[in-house]
């Protein structure tokens, strides 16, 4: 009985992991005060992403730091979204959210600027698939709140067919480009 789960869970990591990529944060030494004195331990968070658009962040406290990050890549396979970007390489536009007293601005970049980010939000952006990018952090420089400020503006970032489907349009119409030789003649 349990042979078969044992193979069912092997190919489930190794198709998982030959797709994604994995890039540790920050990990924390953390403490908590017991009768007897206080107990170390390490908080961990990891971006997960596939390079083409889907990302996923997790935090992990445990008492190794392995399996501290373990727990947190684990959460951040779960938690997955996908994110519409503009010809593979930046966002569709520019967006400004926050979590907490983290705040950011991501802003889409012409072609071979590069990621202009710091700390936790370029390897957001690298495990993104992001190559064009001007990203600042206007709160918090928690790298959590930083990281999970990225994800809300990332959940409501929409690309131009997806306005024009909720719109009833065509992306044409959106995008404010109308044949205009057409309509004069």
């Given at each position: 009985m349990a042979e078969p789960k044992k193979r069912e869970h092997k190919g489930r990591d190794r198709e998982e992991g030959s797709e994604l990529q994995e890039r540790l944060v920050a990990v924390n030494r953390v403490s908590k005060t017991v009768k007897g004195g206080r107990r170390m331990g390490f908080a961990a968070i990891v971006v997960v992403g596939d390079g083409r658009?889907?990302?996923?962040?997790?935090?992990?406290?445990?008492r190794e730091v392995p399996e501290a990050i373990k727990k947190a890549t684990d959460q951040a396979k779960r938690h997955m979204v996908r994110v519409p970007l503009r010809d593979a390489r930046t966002l569709h536009h520019d967006i400004e959210a926050r979590f907490g007293a983290g705040r950011v601005r991501l802003?889409?970049?012409?072609a071979g600027t590069?990621?202009?980010?710091?700390?936790?939000?370029?390897?957001?952006?690298?495990?993104?698939?992001?190559?064009?990018v001007v990203a600042k952090n206007l709160g918090s420089p928690n790298p959590y709140n930083m990281v999970k400020a990225a994800l809300a503006a990332f959940k409501i970032m929409e690309?131009?067919?997806?306005?024009?489907?909720?719109?009833?349009?065509?992306?044409?119409?959106?995008?404010?480009?109308k044949n205009d030789a057409k309509e004069t003649a």
């Open positions: 658009g889907r990302i996923g962040a997790g935090s992990g406290k445990a802003r889409a970049a012409p590069g990621i202009i980010a710091g700390g936790p939000l370029r390897a957001v952006f690298e495990v993104l698939g992001v190559h064009d690309s131009p067919r997806m306005v024009a489907g909720r719109r009833g349009r065509r992306v044409n119409e959106v995008l404010g480009r």
